[in-house]
């Protein structure tokens, strides 16, 4: 059973970082396609970024420059570093696995709230 539990969201002021790490278990890490999304209240889910087996990275227009995805295959663990926070960041962020078959996985999510 795949399990992506997300962590590091809270409150933090404009212009301020945050770290989120997402711990995976029951999947083959390192051939997953691993993904962060958002979804503030009244509105759709969005891509914030993915990131491949090789690395290669994808990010939503509105975090480009500000927000930098990572991982690290022997954790089992994927990362985004969030700079340059702004309230219209605020939002559920979840995790996302997408496996070499096309199965997709989500975590429960972790809320960060970008206010003064």
């Known amino acids: 059973q795949v399990q992506l539990v997300e962590s590091g969201g809270g409150l933090v002021q404009p212009g301020g970082s945050l770290r989120l790490s997402c711990a995976a278990s029951g999947t083959v890490f390192s051939a997953n396609v691993m993904g962060w999304y958002r979804q503030a209240p009244g509105k759709e889910r969005e891509l914030v970024a993915t990131i491949t087996s090789l690395g290669r990275t994808n990010y939503g227009d509105s975090v480009k420059g500000r927000f930098v995805i990572s991982r690290d295959n022997a954790k089992k663990t994927v990362y985004l570093q969030m700079d340059s926070l702004e309230p219209e960041d605020t939002a559920v962020y979840y995790c996302?696995?997408?496996?070499?078959?096309?199965?997709?996985?989500w975590g429960r999510g972790t809320q960060v709230t970008v206010s003064s």
């Open positions: 996302n696995a997408e496996t070499p078959t096309a199965m997709v996985y």
